[in-house]
């Protein structure tokens, strides 16, 4: 748990408010407001979870590829 929360791959900088309104949520229920960094949000998710071996939901993979497909 802590090699998770503090691998570079999966830290982010963000601000207070914009961290707190992600809490654990996946890309299905979260995304960042910033709508150009979105696909490399949706990579780097999938590459912790994959690193980690961490379940990926069906919603959160859709929304993953969908970031991804324009």
Known sequence: ?????????????????TNSSKGDSGPASWLPPNKTIRCSY??????????????VTAADKEMMLRQCAG
Do not use: C, H, T
């Open 42 to 55: 949706s990579v780097r998710f999938a590459q912790v979870s994959l690193k980690y071996d961490l379940p």
């Open 1 to 17: 748990r802590e090699s998770i929360a503090n691998d570079p791959l999966n830290l982010v900088p963000v601000d207070g408010p």
